[in-house]
Nanobody, 122 residues
């Protein structure tokens, strides 16, 4: 059974940083592209960043303006999201997702984590 488990969320002041982690199990991790998404109250889930199978190529949503960095460690079956210069608009539940062979998106992901809450106070 496949599990994606996010961690690292919490409460942070505006301007601060957080590093989210996603631990994968039950799948051949190196065959899955990974992504990070978030969903704020009353809003649709949005794609933030993706990384290819080896981590050699990444994609970021334009709205992030270079504040977030996605990375993965295939040996540990982990994917990370370093988030810097956080602001209250970043408050949301953050999810990781996996898709076999191709970058995940909101409608085409094979597996999702349960999410981790990030709250940024002003």
């Amino acid at each position: 059974q496949v599990h994606l488990v996010e961690s690292g969320g919490g409460l942070v002041q505006a301007g601060g940083s957080l590093r989210l982690s996603c631990a994968a199990s039950g799948l051949t991790f190196s065959k899955y592209a990974m992504g990070w998404f978030r969903q704020a109250p009353g809003k649709e889930r949005e794609l933030l960043a993706t990384t290819t199978l080896s981590g050699g190529s990444t994609y970021y949503a334009d709205s992030l303006k270079g504040r977030f960095i996605i990375s993965r460690d295939n040996a540990k079956k982990m994917v990370y999201l370093q988030m810097n210069s956080l602001n209250p608009e970043d408050t949301a539940v953050y999810y990781c997702a996996a898709r076999l062979g191709f970058e995940p998106d909101t409608r085409n992901s094979d597996y999702w984590g349960q999410g981790t809450q990030v709250t940024v106070s002003s």
